[in-house]
């Protein structure tokens, strides 16, 4: 099978992006796999620290292993801001596809030296086990949860937006194989609307950095600013909260109308059907086929 490398810079030719979906539990994979696989497209599966610690890292690998070996399927796993060096080694050990070392907290020339570290780690481990691990970084700052909002997070904004020369020297200093710029995008959904992306900004750091782009916080983003965000340069996004949102209200509403039921593969099947139609729709946009 292909590598997630190839399969990005397949979206890049194709001028289509590849789905990047968060999960907690065993429904979120299940809703997010149906989609794709009834579209057949490639999917990423990620797992933040918080995720990761609930679900177990070994227990998300022999999932997404499981099901990329049974059906030969191109489901990828990915660790989503892991925040230390030890956290992303954990992940690669794991046997995951990639991972985002998330420094931005820290100052510049120490964020590149963590960063660094995490790419060597990467490159010594993919030669070792003939695999292709990709490290990516996020630069400028774009807020931490993946929640519902009243108003954008203090330090997301115009100041905080990635500089395409600034993206530039953190891609040559540190290596990294994809880079996670802010461009407008927020983590989370907030309510009034999320702001627009400043679709300029993504081809300039796209052309200064010379990676292929992520954009995070895909929750709340108009379909039209992510068509624009995708040919201007965008490969992977990020979608979490929409998906949480739609797994809670279709909870809410099943044990509300059945409160005597304790099956859980009863009471939480809407669930799954709900994540379902979230990531088909998203599917769909990202890889042309509405
Ligand atoms: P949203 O929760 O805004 O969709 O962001 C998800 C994300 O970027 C995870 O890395």
């Known amino acids: 099978m292909k590598s997630l490398g190839e399969y990005i810079k397949e979206a890049e030719e194709k001028g289509v992006a590849i789905g990047h979906f968060n999960i907690s539990n065993l429904e979120g994979l299940h809703g997010i796999y149906n989609a794709a696989k009834k ?21 998300a690998f022999s999932l997404i292993n499981a099901i990329r070996e049974r059906d030969d399927y191109p489901i ?6 892991h925040y230390n060096f030890d956290s992303v080694k ?11 070392i998330d420094a931005v907290k820290l100052p510049l020339e120490e964020n590149i030296e963590l960063t660094k570290k995490c790419v060597d780690y990467a490159k010594e481990f993919s030669e070792k086990n003939n695999k292709d691990i990709l490290i990516e970084a996020e630069l400028g700052f774009i807020g931490t949860s993946s929640k519902l909002l009243d108003k954008l997070p203090d330090g997301v904004g115009e100041d905080t937006m990635t500089k395409a020369e600034d993206a530039k020297y953190f891609v040559e200093k540190t290596g990294i194989n994809l880079l996670a710029p802010s461009v407008g995008n927020v983590h989370g959904m907030v309510k009034g609307g999320n702001p627009k992306l400043n679709i300029t900004r993504i081809k300039e750091i796209r052309e200064s950095s010379g990676v292929p782009l992520v954009l995070h916080g895909g929750s709340g983003i108009s379909d039209e600013d992510f068509k624009n965000a995708i040919k201007a340069g965008i490969s992977i996004i990020h979608i979490n909260t929409e998906i949480r949102v739609a797994y809670k209200e279709a909870l809410e509403e099943y044990l509300k109308e059945n409160p005597n039921d304790v099956a859980p593969y009863k009471i939480l099947h809407g669930a799954v059907d709900a994540i379902e139609k979230v990531v088909e729709a998203r599917l769909r946009l990202f890889n042309n086929l509405e």
């Open 39 to 59: 579209l057949n497209v490639p999917v990423i599966i990620g797992l933040s620290e918080g995720e990761e610690a609930f679900v177990g890292k070994e227990e």
């Open 76 to 81: 990828f796993l990915n660790a989503d801001h």
């Open 90 to 100: 954990g992940a690669i050990d794991a046997g995951y596809d990639a991972a985002i």
